[in-house]
T-cell receptor, first 111, second 113 residues
Framework: NAGVTQTPKFQVLKTGQSMTLQCAQD?????MSWYRQDPGMGLRLIHY???????DQGEVPNGYNVSRSTTEDFPLRLLSAAPSQTSVYFC??????????FGQGTRLTVV | AQSVSQHNHHVILSEAASLELGCNYS??????LFWYVQYPGQHLQLLLK??????LVKGIKGFEAEFIKSKFSFNLRKPSVQWSDTAEYFC???????????FGTGTRLLVSP
């Protein structure tokens, strides 16, 4: 039972580069979300999805894109990386009436 | 918009001391409430949750929390902390019927041996 799997675990990007953070879950959860964690700011919601083909913006969506072509996968794309996007990124999934299950996180550094 | 406040940003305790971490939320309707823990270098794990029923909720590792609806609070408690409880603790809320989870800014707990 893998739960929520994120790849990569660590990534260093140069300013202006693009990349995709992968997130997959095997629990058939309809709801998936991406958070970023920064010191003293807790977890802030970037984007979320309530099902395949449906996505919406969270609290801090600028500079990020998402898509949800399948129930299992919810990739997060950084279009043109900036140092302000240096953070730890967590993917989560849940069903109605349950808690959220989190992936192991991706530590991203933009130089 | 919903918000969650955790007033203690850093807490330092000695082993065997009692712990209480405050959490208040702003939402007038029915909510689901959670406490998550993040050990150093790890992802978030659920400590306990409240959906309905008994407002005193017991979780893993001896933690408990009390939901006080009139105070919009969901404080976390543990009678006697251990060094292994050193971690960051997050309170989170979801309005019932919705899916979005809103987090507080977290409380870093350091337990000295």
């Amino acid at each position: 039972n893998a739960g929520v799997t994120q790849t990569p675990k660590f990534q260093v990007l140069k300013t202006g580069q693009s990349m995709t953070l992968q997130c997959a879950q095997d629990m058939n959860h309809e709801y998936m979300s991406w958070y970023r964690q920064d010191p003293g700011m807790g977890l802030r919601l970037i984007h979320y999805s309530v099902g395949a083909g449906i996505t919406d913006q969270g609290e801090v969506p600028n500079g990020y894109n998402v898509s949800r072509s399948t129930t299992e996968d919810f990739p997060l794309r950084l279009l043109s990386a900036a140092p302000s996007q240096t953070s730890v990124y967590f993917c989560a999934s849940k069903t109605p009436g349950s808690e959220a299950f989190f992936g192991q996180g991706t530590r991203l550094t933009v130089v | 918009a919903q918000s969650v406040s955790q007033h203690n940003h850093h807490v330092i305790l000695s082993e065997a001391a009692s712990l209480e971490l405050g959490c208040n939320y702003s939402y007038g309707g029915t909510v689901n409430l959670f406490w998550y823990v993040q050990y150093p270098g790890q992802h978030l794990q659920l400590l306990l949750k409240y959906f309905s029923g008994d407002p005193l909720v017991k979780g893993i590792k001896g933690f408990e929390a009390e939901f006080i609806k009139s105070k919009f609070s969901f404080n976390l408690r543990k009678p006697s902390v251990q060094w292994s409880d050193t971690a960051e603790y997050f309170c989170a809320v979801t309005p019932q019927g919705f899916q979005k989870l809103v987090f507080g800014t977290g409380t870093r707990l350091l337990v000295s041996p």
